[in-house]
């Protein structure tokens, strides 16, 4: 199969005709399959450097063909309830963060909003596509009419993706650092409500990132300052100079999804921003 902008025999067409042939030892052999389509080659421990070129390649592409040119970034706790299931949470304290699943629903419905009145392509909101914050972030999203982003990963336990994600926009990683690099690439705001481990892991990476320069300083904004400074001693880290003080005001505490939006609709030539070098 040709066509004028490709001289060459397409490979979907030659997949097709390679499962069409004899079936003799030579054929059954596993030597014998077209590499790419290949699954236990393209899952041999040599060809890593191939796989986690094609999860940065996959999703971009899409991305890219959707016309997405910026998100706004949610990262929060899988665990949180909504307000309406908070009774049934495991803790007082889980039920009590249910306030900010709302939170990031309020937030992401009135971004997606202001994104389609400008075409649809900028801040479109981008979650990990799972449950609590990120299922709030998604549904917000659909509210408002929009699409919305979800970058879902493989874990031991079942999981899938929330019922809110767009589904031409919802992928799925087998490495976390790819993930989190098309978490950042396109990021105009990065907004993180209470969570876990992994929010924590994502919270100190994208921090350490615009730190050092190495990403473009956005708006990054911690919802919940009682949680945050309940688990986190910012100024000791400062005092202890293991942080500058200017460091401090690389994040801002925020309560509801108002004040995130006045910030990040502000945000402008006060602020540091140190692009990505070969971004």
Known sequence: MTDRRNPFRDAQADRSSASDVPDTPQTRAPA????????????????????LQLELLKPQMYLDDYGVTSTVVL??????PSPDTADQAGTATLAGLAGYYHQAQVLAEK??????????????????????????????????????????????????????????LCFNFHYFAIRKMHFLMRANAI?????????????????????????????????GRAFWDSI???????????????????????????EALEIIANWGSTEARADIPGR
């Not at 990262?75 to 949180?80: K, T, Y």
């Not at 209470?194 to 300083?217: A, H, K, N, V, Y």
Request: aromatic letters at 10%.
């Open 111 to 168: 971004i997606t909003t202001a994104s389609l009145a400008k075409g649809g392509h900028e801040n479109i909101i981008c979650t990990g596509g799972g449950p609590g914050v990120m299922e709030a972030g998604n549904r917000g999203a659909a509210l408002a009419g929009g699409v919305s982003i979800g970058l879902n990963i493989v874990l031991p336990h079942e999981q899938a993706p929330n019922e809110y994600v767009t589904p031409d």
């Open 191 to 223: 907004c993180v409500f209470p969570g876990g481990f992994g929010t924590l892991d994502e919270l100190f990476e994208s921090l350490t990132l615009i730190q050092t320069g190495r990403m473009r300083r956005v708006p990054f904004l911690l919802f």
């Open 232 to 258: 986190i001693n910012w100024q000791a880290l400062a005092d202890a100079g293991t942080i500058s003080p200017e460091d401090l005001q690389l994040f801002r505490y925020v309560e509801t999804a108002d």
């Open 32 to 51: 014998y399959r077209l590499a790419f389509a290949d699954d236990d080659f393209l899952c041999a421990e040599a060809l890593r450097p191939v796989r």
């Open 75 to 80: 990262f929060g706790g899988a665990r949180i």
